[in-house]
Nanobody
Framework: QVQLVESGGGLVQAGGSLRLSCAAS????????MGWYRQAPGKQRELVAS???????EYADSVKGRFTISRDNVKNTVYLQMNSLKPEDTAVYYC???????????????WGQGTQVTVSS
């Protein structure tokens, strides 16, 4: 119904920057929250940043001041600008979108396939 395609991960040195993108397509009536989660080896998946349709944003304490989430509601795309990257930011980053496929169907959470971000020291 709703497909998410992520891009922008990779290998970067500490202090560098990366920009992640996640485009939603398919059967979409409306999109509520768009966000990014990450999961490092041996750790639980955690929220990195989220953006509501009303423009509110939320960030994990560990990324505040370094990461910025933004969204293009025309393109159904969410971005994560990551600056001043640290080795502890190394993880697989997952896009999450809460969307309604149709007017008469409730909203669901959809997940991207994940993109690896590796920060070397």
């Amino acid at each position: 119904q709703v497909q998410l395609v992520e891009s922008g991960g990779g290998l970067v040195q500490a202090g560098g920057s990366l920009r992640l993108s996640c485009a939603a397509s398919g059967r979409i009536f409306s999109i509520n929250t768009m966000g990014w989660y990450r999961q490092a080896p041996g750790k639980q998946r955690e929220l990195v940043a989220s953006s509501t349709s009303g423009g509110n944003t939320e960030y994990a304490d560990s990324v505040k001041g370094r990461f910025t989430i933004s969204r293009d509601n025309v393109k159904n795309t969410v971005y994560l600008q990551m600056n001043s990257l640290k080795p502890e930011d190394t993880a697989v980053y997952y896009c999450n979108v809460n969307a309604r496929p149709a007017v008469n169907i409730r909203s669901f959470d959809y997940w991207g396939q994940g993109t690896q971000v590796t920060v070397s020291s």
